[in-house]
Nanobody, 117 residues
Framework: QVQLVESGGGLVQAGGSLGLSCAAS????????MGWYRQVGGKQRELVAQ???????YYADSVKGRFTITKALAKNTVYLQMDSLEPDDTGVYYC???????????WGQGTQVTVSS
């Protein structure tokens, strides 16, 4: 059974930094891509950053220049460095892993990030 476990969330003041990490277990196949999504309240989960096995990255406009996603996909591990945090960055951050062959996403349990003003 594939499981993704996030760590590193918490409470930080605006302007501060936090780092998130996510490690997958239960699979020996590298994900095609891994990413971080954010969910605020009952709103739809939104993609914040994504990275592929070929180091292609995507960032939401709201986090460009402040967040950095890196990976060790051979180990199915992904990291998100969040700098210059803003109150609007508050939310539950979910790690995802995607297998293109099966067109299937796997999700972590989520970690809370709260940025106080």
């Amino acid at each position: 059974q594939v499981q993704l476990v996030e760590s590193g969330g918490g409470l930080v003041q605006a302007g501060g930094s936090l780092g998130l990490s996510c490690a997958a277990s239960g699979t020996s196949f590298a994900f095609h891509s891994m990413g971080w999504y954010r969910q605020v309240g009952g709103k739809q989960r939104e993609l914040v950053a994504q990275i592929t096995g070929r180091d292609s990255t995507y960032y939401a406009d709201s986090v460009k220049g402040r967040f950095t996603i890196t990976k060790a996909l051979a180990k199915n591990t992904v990291y998100l460095q969040m700098d210059s945090l803003e109150p609007d960055d508050t939310g539950v951050y979910y790690c995802s892993g995607y297998y293109v062959d099966t067109n299937r996403y796997y999700w972590g349990q989520g970690t809370q990030v709260t940025v106080s003003s």
